[in-house]
């Protein structure tokens, strides 16, 4: 059973992705994926994470999730004790968008201004 979890962890970092579509955002990859509606975005407030100027961010300790190097899915409490859905394979690409349903996302999309710029329209 732990490997089978730590297989799909590792398929999921190399497949993780991000699609904008009519009904939200859909998070796939490996167990944490799902679709976040689009009216729990808070799309004002997401932006482009820089962790030297806003190290709250960082996640602080994993609650279920899978945390490698270069690579955390799963469930965290971030440094300012807020609850966040992390797929973070690149802290310098690294996304926050904040959540009207209790938690954050942190994600790593290939081209971060663009993936916003596309949520926003």
């Known amino acids: ?17 991000f699609e904008v579509v009519g009904e939200g955002l859909r998070l796939r990859g490996d167990l944490y994926g799902r679709l976040v509606a689009r009216h729990e975005l808070v ?14 961010l960082l996640p602080r300790s994993r609650r279920v999730g899978t945390s490698l190097p ?21 802290r310098a690409r690294a996304v926050y968008i904040p959540t ?5 996302l942190l994600l790593s999309p290939l081209d ?7 949520l926003r329209r």
């Open 43 to 56: 799309l004002d407030q997401a932006r482009r994470a820089n962790f030297a100027r806003e190290p709250e």
């Open 70 to 90: 270069g690579y955390q899915s799963g469930w965290f409490r971030l440094r300012n004790g807020e609850k966040a859905l992390l797929y973070l394979t690149d």
């Open 100 to 104: 009207t349903a209790g938690y954050s």
């Open 112 to 118: 971060p201004d663009g993936f916003l710029a596309a």
């Open 1 to 17: 059973g732990t490997l089978a979890l730590l297989a799909i962890s590792l398929r999921g970092a190399h497949s993780a992705r």
